[in-house]
């Protein structure tokens, strides 16, 4: 008895209008994966809908994607995300630019290149900045004045460092994280766990809490994936795991680009080469649960917290414990 949980970032409600086969699906519920008072992206939700305890889980996430990432991060290492930026007349005009960048001359840092815009830091010996240091989202700040979202920290020479990254590199340091310690899959739920992903930060979750996570050629986390590989590989991982994460990103990405079509048109491709492909060949005894971690709003790029829908194909009491844990449950 097993099942495979297709997480389907940034989906909301209404995206679910454009797939055929999971309408079809019967049972179905809404639940909201953001905890109270935590912020609404997909660390949180994923980290809560694996069951990590609220306390455990951290407001940074630059260390989980150090980990995906095969990084060795010690003790006292400081660990940033690093956007490519765009300053117009002195605002923040863009996050998300591509751009080369050469900053290993600078001893004591490591700058890691995941590609597009995005970036890792890891500061060596650079944990004692951890608790005064303070940065903003850059998605979350465009057209602010690049001066009332500058990172400060109570040591001066490396709050210069951070804004010689901004003003000569258009790097954009954020999402500060330390090493941190996890409870396994294996302990909070007693029975076994793989992930099938790209998204470091998903990825990273689940190396640290001790999932199989594989490595898997030809996928991305946005709407260029392979997500027949994704599939095939859940599919068989669901004959040697209990449990199976499959997460796919694009949709989220497409929203944040503001373009509706595009994440529509993802979600078809879901839709069928993913859903359809698992409820055709799943075994008899294994689940389907379909949700999403989040909502993200193709209006404005934003995270929305608020319920996300569920739909349970071929429910078993793996699934049941699930909806048990915090759902509220609407199905038929």
Same mark, same amino acid.
């Given at each position: 008895?097993?099942?495979?949980?297709?997480? !389907? $970032?940034?989906?909301?409600?209404?995206?679910?209008?454009?797939?055929?086969?999971?309408?079809?699906?019967?049972?179905?519920?809404?639940?909201?994966?953001?905890?109270?008072?935590?912020?609404?992206?997909?660390?949180?939700?994923?980290?809560?809908?694996?069951?990590?305890?609220?306390?455990?889980?951290?407001?940074?996430?630059?260390?989980?994607?150090?980990?995906?990432?095969?990084?060795?991060?010690?003790?006292?290492?400081?660990?940033?995300?690093?956007?490519?930026?765009?300053?117009? &007349? =002195?605002?923040?005009?863009?996050?998300?630019?591509?751009?080369?960048?050469?900053?290993?001359?600078?001893?004591?840092?490591?700058?890691?290149?995941?590609?597009?815009?995005?970036?890792?830091?890891?500061?060596?010996?650079?944990?004692?900045?951890?608790?005064?240091?303070?940065?903003?989202?850059?998605?979350?700040? #465009?057209? %602010?004045? #690049?001066?009332?979202?500058?990172?400060?920290?109570?040591?001066?020479?490396?709050?210069?460092?951070?804004?010689?990254?901004?003003?000569?590199?258009?790097?954009?340091?954020?999402?500060?994280?330390?090493?941190?310690?996890?409870?396994?899959?294996?302990?909070?739920? &007693?029975?076994?766990?793989?992930?099938?992903?790209?998204?470091?930060?998903?990825?990273?979750?689940?190396?640290?809490i001790k999932m199989f996570t594989p490595d898997l050629p030809g996928t991305t986390?946005?709407?260029?994936?392979?997500?027949? #590989?994704?599939?095939?590989?859940?599919?068989?991982?669901?004959?040697?795991?209990?449990?199976?994460?499959?997460?796919?990103?694009?949709? $989220?990405?497409?929203?944040?680009?503001?373009? !509706?079509?595009?994440?529509?048109?993802?979600?078809?491709? !879901?839709?069928?080469?993913?859903?359809?492909?698992?409820?055709?060949?799943?075994?008899?005894?294994?689940?389907?649960?379909?949700?999403?971690?989040?909502?993200?709003?193709?209006?404005? =790029?934003?995270?929305?917290?608020?319920?996300?829908?569920?739909?349970?194909?071929?429910?078993?009491? %793996?699934?049941?414990?699930?909806?048990?844990?915090?759902?509220?449950?609407?199905?038929?």
């Amino acid at each position: 008895m097993s099942v495979i949980m297709v997480v !389907i $970032d940034g989906a909301l409600s209404s995206d679910y209008n454009v797939c055929e086969n999971i309408k079809k699906i019967k049972l179905s519920g809404s639940i909201n994966n953001t905890p109270q008072g935590m912020e609404v992206n997909s660390l949180t939700c994923i980290m809560n809908m694996l069951g990590i305890p609220y306390k455990k889980i951290p407001k940074g996430r630059a260390y989980l994607e150090a980990i995906a990432l095969g990084e060795s991060i010690k003790d006292n290492d400081l660990i940033l995300r690093c956007n490519d930026i765009k300053i117009k &007349n =002195g605002r923040l005009a863009s996050s998300n630019e591509v751009s080369s960048k050469d900053i290993s001359k600078i001893s004591n840092f490591k700058l890691i290149d995941m590609g597009s815009y995005k970036n890792l830091l890891i500061v060596r010996d650079g944990r004692k900045f951890y608790k005064s240091l303070k940065t903003f989202e850059p998605h979350q700040n #465009i057209g %602010e004045l #690049i001066t009332e979202i500058l990172p400060s920290c109570e040591n001066l020479e490396f709050t210069n460092f951070l804004m010689k990254l901004i003003y000569k590199y258009n790097l954009y340091p954020w999402g500060q994280s330390v090493k941190e310690e996890f409870p396994s899959f294996y302990s909070l739920h &007693n029975i076994n766990g793989a992930v099938v992903c790209k998204t470091e930060i998903v990825k990273g979750i689940g190396r640290t809490i001790k999932m199989f996570t594989p490595d898997l050629p030809g996928t991305t986390a946005d709407v260029d994936t392979d997500l027949n #590989i994704k599939a095939k590989t859940a599919l068989e991982l669901s004959f040697k795991y209990d449990f199976v994460l499959l997460h796919i990103n694009g949709g $989220d990405e497409s929203a944040h680009r503001r373009n !509706i079509d595009e994440k529509l048109n993802f979600m078809k491709k !879901i839709d069928c080469e993913v859903i359809g492909y698992l409820i055709r060949n799943l075994k008899k005894d294994t689940s389907l649960i379909v949700t999403s971690d989040h909502g993200t709003s193709s209006e404005n =790029g934003e995270h929305i917290n608020d319920c996300v829908k569920y739909y349970i194909y071929n429910n078993n009491v %793996e699934t049941q414990k699930w909806i048990n844990r915090n759902c509220s449950f609407q199905g038929s």
